[in-house]
């Protein structure tokens, strides 16, 4: 089945930094969502981006389907960015979501 | 706006008892769908329903069962619990039904089960 890793699995910045997280795939998809989990495990819908580039605030995606990756962009972050960031492909016209591992953040002040 | 509303938020079973999560949707959605999560893992499916009357197994499905009661309803429930079944679970909606371009979907704010 299809392979989603994301890159790093841990990621400490200090506040004001910059950072891209990555997520790679192994099969065509039509569908890739960013969540981001918070302390308190609730999941935000980030981006709903299969392809192209979109940008909310100081968040922006990118993601090359013919390549197979998807990055996040953080920029200036806070400590409110603290958390897990996932991403989370489907497959074809299908229903089946495959989640990847995360990436942890920590947010130092 | 609720959106996904799951309940309990907290529950804690004994080995071997029965439980159903409930899942409700505000949103008129027809696609919904289960996933558990465990310690430091992603989310894995459990079951969806891609249309009001139809329920498929997605990754995860043994020990677990569903029912999708109507268009804003999906139960998960868990026949004979095991302490392998300890987990946060979500629920998850989404807009279209079938074909490509399927839209984003949104999440619950999940039920954390235990099961001693």
């Known amino acids: 089945g299809i392979q989603v890793e994301q890159s790093p699995p841990d990621l400490i910045l200090q506040e004001g930094a910059n950072s891209t997280l990555r997520c790679n795939f192994s099969?065509?998809?039509?569908?890739l969502q960013w969540f981001h989990q918070n302390p308190w495990g609730q999941l935000i819908n980030l981006f709903y981006?299969?392809?192209g580039t979109k940008q909310n605030g100081r968040l922006s995606a990118t993601t090359v389907a013919t390549e197979r990756y998807s990055l996040l962009y953080i920029s200036s972050s806070q400590t409110t960015d603290s958390g897990v960031y996932f991403c989370?492909?489907?497959?074809?016209?299908?229903?089946?979501?495959?989640f990847g591992a995360g990436t942890r953040l920590f947010v130092k002040a | 706006n609720a959106g996904v509303t799951q309940t309990p938020k907290f529950q804690v079973l004994k080995t071997g008892q029965s439980m159903t999560l409930q899942c409700a949707q505000d949103?008129?959605?027809?696609?919904m769908y289960w996933y558990r999560q465990d310690p430091g893992m992603g989310l894995r499916l459990i079951y969806y329903?891609?249309?009001?009357?139809?329920?498929d197994k997605g990754e995860v499905p043994n020990g677990y069962n569903v029912s999708r009661l109507n268009k804003r309803e999906f139960s998960l429930r868990l026949e004979s619990a095991a302490p392998s079944q300890t987990s946060v679970y979500f629920c998850?909606?989404?807009?279209?039904?079938?074909?490509?371009?399927?839209?984003?979907?949104?999440f619950g704010d999940g039920t954390r089960l235990s099961i001693l």
């Open positions: 998850a909606s989404s807009e279209k039904a079938t074909g490509v371009g399927n839209q984003p979907q949104h």
């Open positions: 099969d065509s998809v039509n569908n």
């Open positions: 981006i299969p392809s």
């Open positions: 989370a492909v489907r497959l074809g016209g299908g229903f089946k979501t495959i």
């Open positions: 949103m008129n959605h027809n696609s």
């Open positions: 329903s891609a249309s009001e009357g139809t329920t």
